[in-house]
């Protein structure tokens, strides 16, 4: 895989089912022979109904789900050989923000970020605090640190989500259906967010049902629909 590429697919389908197991059940293909290569700093938006297999793509990037076939590289790393052993590795290459958070609701915004740091080798108490400072500046919860989640509103809570997916300096951010649970006020905060974010060359895919969002804040988009990905102009899908 080239350098400046954080994720290179050639003819990969993906399955249905078990999140580890291969089937060979035509019944359970759910994305057949998708080419898809995504470079640094680049924003990528995945459309698509329900169903259509954008959640299943971007599990198996971070090797939830296992790739049937093809060949896939992310971050460096091959996934259709990666070990089990190596997956956390992985996934420490990456940010994953998730529709509901799941931060952790014990502790304050500085905590929260800074176990993570810990956990995953984060070693100098200075590097650390110095990084939390950055990420929070980044998202704009500079000013609440010591804030417990329960008392954020959900546009902080997901900037929260968001500062903890940066603090690994990740090449790749991955985030399914974002802003879901937000008003349309504090999803545009959120997308200026991820926006940002891509232009400090830190590339973004986001699954997404809102179109406005995707007219407001253009950029590439994939729609997945029968078993097959294509690039589209949002114009011609509304």
């Given at each position: 895989m080239q350098s400046n590429k954080v994720i290179e697919?050639?003819?990969?389908s993906l399955y249905v089912g078990d999140a580890h197991r291969v089937s060979n059940d035509e019944n359970d293909l759910i994305l057949l022979g998708v080419n898809l290569t995504v470079g640094e700093g680049e924003f990528v938006y995945l459309?698509?109904?329900?169903?259509?297999?954008?959640?299943t793509l971007l599990k198996a990037l971070y090797a939830?789900?296992?790739?049937?076939?093809?060949?896939?590289s992310v971050v460096g790393f091959d996934l259709r050989g990666i070990k089990r052993r190596t997956i956390p590795y992985l996934r420490r290459s990456l940010g994953i923000v998730f529709q509901d958070f799941k931060l952790l609701t014990d502790r304050n915004v500085f905590l929260n970020l800074y176990d993570v740091m810990r956990a995953t080798g984060w070693k100098s108490e200075e590097d650390i605090r110095c990084r939390i400072d950055e990420v929070l500046n980044?998202?704009?919860?500079?000013?609440?640190?010591y804030k417990m989640p329960f008392e954020l509103s959900g546009g902080e809570q997901q900037r929260l989500a968001i500062a903890r997916a940066l603090v690994n300096r990740p090449r790749l951010i991955l985030a399914d259906e974002p802003t879901g649970n937000l008003d349309p006020r504090t999803a545009e905060g959120?997308?200026?967010?991820?926006?940002r974010i891509a232009r400090t060359g830190c590339a973004v895919v986001m699954s997404t049902h809102n179109i406005s969002l995707i007219e407001?804040?253009?950029?590439?988009?994939i729609l997945f629909a029968h078993g097959k990905i294509s690039e589209v102009d949002i114009d011609a899908v509304i």
């Open positions: 697919l050639k003819d990969v459309i698509g109904r329900v169903g259509t297999g954008k959640s939830e789900v296992d790739i049937a076939a093809g060949e896939a980044l998202v704009g919860l500079e000013h609440k640190s959120i997308m200026e967010v991820f926006h407001q804040f253009p950029s590439r988009t």
